[in-house]
């Protein structure tokens, strides 16, 4: 019995050693360099660029003749509308919260399928937003081939 109680406490102890760092899931619609409710509002893209982790490629959708326009709710509720010249326009929507990750205070989206973005380059004035990331945060079919690729991104707004 004593054993049996000992493997139980050893492996709960395991269990919890080996979970995520809280430290770097942490997210709160509290704290960062301002309130993600002064975002709310409508956002129009100037540069809108996509960078494969796999390869060299890139892209600009609105150099190309594309656009990118980001919807913010005082909710912290954010839809990215992306239409690329070449293709059907779509649409990605989550929740915008403050966050941690590897260190950096990161605005992190939680995407409705519930993965998550952070951005560890964010740039915010009355009349500009800029947003990016080197850490695999968004995804992009470059070939338009349908294969769906990890990249880095930098994207520029102006408030509409």
Do not use: H
């Not at 293709?87 to 989550?94: H, W």
């Amino acid at each position: 019995m004593k054993n049996i109680i000992f493997l139980s406490v050893l492996s709960l102890f395991i269990f919890i050693s080996c979970g995520d760092d809280d430290s770097e899931s942490q997210i709160s619609s509290e704290g960062g360099p301002f309130a993600i409710s002064e975002l709310a509002g409508n956002w129009e893209a100037t540069e809108a660029s996509f960078f494969s982790v796999v390869n060299n490629n890139s892209v600009d959708i609105v150099a190309d003749g594309g656009s990118l326009s980001l919807s913010v709710q005082s909710n912290r509720r954010c839809t990215f509308t992306i239409d690329p010249f070449d293709r059907e326009a779509y649409t990605v929507s989550g929740e915008m919260f403050w966050g941690n990750f590897e260190g950096d205070e990161a605005l992190v989206i939680v995407w409705d399928d519930s993965s998550r973005s952070p951005f560890r380059w964010i740039e915010f004035n009355d009349t500009t937003f800029d947003l990016g990331c080197t850490s695999e945060c968004g995804e992009y079919d470059f070939d338009n081939n349908g294969n769906i690729e990890t990249a880095d991104l930098s994207f520029y707004f102006i408030r509409n």
